[in-house]
């Protein structure tokens, strides 16, 4: 059979897609759904052939841009040209034959004469008469059954998830035995709005913490369509912003620090005390220290020296969110020590985002040709421009993104020398 011609697997094929897509399912999500024995017998006189393939959806629960079936359903047929009818008359024939015998389906024919062969009827169509014999067809008949179990399961208790189910029917059968789990969720947090506690404090049987923290995105979805508007802040999105975004408490940001001049000791006889503070006691407690600097690299956070006047804080990448609300870290002199390569540069340029007066420390041309034997390799460069950097950094920058002087190179913190770390930084106390 020439594969040209459309053959049952290619049918099941194009049935099966749609079925991937849920326009299959949907239409059983609309508030009053249609039995789909009556919306055949309600379409019955929709059988023009030219009918297209792919009906555009007048569902109202569905996005704009997704489409349903709606039956009966006419799949057109790529068939035997008038030469191959001759040529290859059996072959049809094992066509027609394999097309007809398909269940759940009735095939379309039209009658095409033949200059040699006479008159033929040939299948130009086939047609799915309801969703049943749709689902039939590809075996998918179990998990419609189960669809709509779902469905009369929420339909009474959260009609407003019903654009959820049409929208994400096959996301809904694979959370079929979470479902009532999160729906006891959905409905507490209906009755306790932005409710200011943890996740761990929403007690309800067989719901925990990474229960919530799991099944976030389809939190969000449901609690988005449910929740009146001013229970919702809009400005929080993603799951990081999850807890912020429907009133529950975070766990809040910790920052790690240590007081480098021992006459500034937070607590006596704690002199070289690695401390974690939560930002809101931080903010509060305001160190004395007119200096901080900033590393990302534990163990130089852990070995910076004795510093008049100082502290060190452990950094944490890309987030400065926790740190920019320190106010009283807006009036001390900031000095940030990070990798000399391209994320360096650009967690260096997401600090001044915050603090625009923010020196940089160790991340210059002369430490890196001083190491030039333990140079090793990023592997996936940052390329965007950095507007904030200054002019030697950004020429050195510059030098690094566009592998002028070696393909990735890069420079980690903990291989320079610790004698040029001290010689530096006494430097700084000279010149201050």
Not at 80 to 85: G, H, Q, T, V, Y
Request: net charge neutral.
């Amino acid at each position: 059979m020439s594969k040209a011609w459309t053959t049952p697997a290619d049918l099941r094929a194009r049935v099966r897609k749609r079925w991937d897509r849920g326009e299959l399912l949907a239409p059983l999500a609309q508030p009053d759904p249609v039995d789909p024995a009556d919306q055949a017998a309600m379409s019955a006189a929709r059988t023009s052939p030219a009918e297209p393939d792919d009906q555009p959806s007048d569902h109202p629960y569905l996005d704009p841009q997704q489409r349903s079936v709606r039956f009966p359903w006419r799949l057109p047929l790529r068939g035997p040209s008038s030469s191959e009818l001759s040529d290859r008359f059996e072959e049809v024939r094992a066509w027609i034959a394999a097309l007809h015998a398909m269940p759940h389906l009735r095939v379309e024919v039209r009658e095409l004469r033949h200059r040699v062969l006479g008159s033929n009827r040939i299948p130009v169509a086939a047609w799915i008469d309801s969703l049943e014999d749709a689902l039939a067809l590809i075996g998918t008949g179990a998990q419609a059954r189960r669809f709509r179990a779902l469905v009369a399961e929420i339909r009474p208790r959260q009609p407003g998830l019903l654009p959820w189910l049409a929208r994400r029917p096959l996301r809904a059968l694979e959370l079929e035995s979470e479902i009532p789990a999160l729906l006891a969720i959905l409905e507490w947090m209906q009755a306790h709005p932005r409710p200011g506690l943890y996740p761990r404090q929403v007690d309800l049987p067989g719901v925990h913490t990474k229960f919530i923290e799991g099944h976030r995105q389809v939190l969000s979805e449901w609690l988005d369509l449910t929740l009146p508007a001013a229970a919702i802040d809009t400005s929080a999105r993603g799951a990081a912003g999850f807890a912020r975004r429907y009133g529950l408490r975070e766990k809040p940001p910790r920052i790690r620090l240590r007081l480098l001049d021992p006459s500034q000791a937070l607590l006596p006889a704690l002199e070289q005390a690695d401390l974690t503070l939560d930002a809101t006691s931080l903010a509060r407690l305001a160190p004395a220290a007119s200096r901080v600097f900033i590393t990302e690299n534990e163990i130089n956070f852990l070995a910076f020296p004795p510093l008049a006047d100082a502290l060190v804080i452990f950094g944490s990448g890309y987030g400065f969110e926790q740190l920019h609300a320190l106010d009283w870290l807006h009036q001390r002199q900031l000095w940030y020590w990070g990798d000399i390569d391209t994320h360096g540069f650009a967690i260096l340029d997401q600090v001044r985002a915050h603090f625009p007066r923010t020196r940089s420390l160790l991340m210059d041309s002369d430490t890196l040709f001083a190491f030039e034997p333990l140079w090793g390799t990023e592997t996936d460069q940052c390329t965007r421009d950095l507007p904030r950097l200054t002019q030697a950094e950004a020429t050195l920058y510059n030098a690094l993104r566009d592998n002028r002087i070696r393909p990735g190179l890069r420079l980690e913190q903990e291989r320079i020398g610790f004698g040029w770390v001290m010689e530096r930084l006494r430097a700084l106390d000279g010149t201050e």
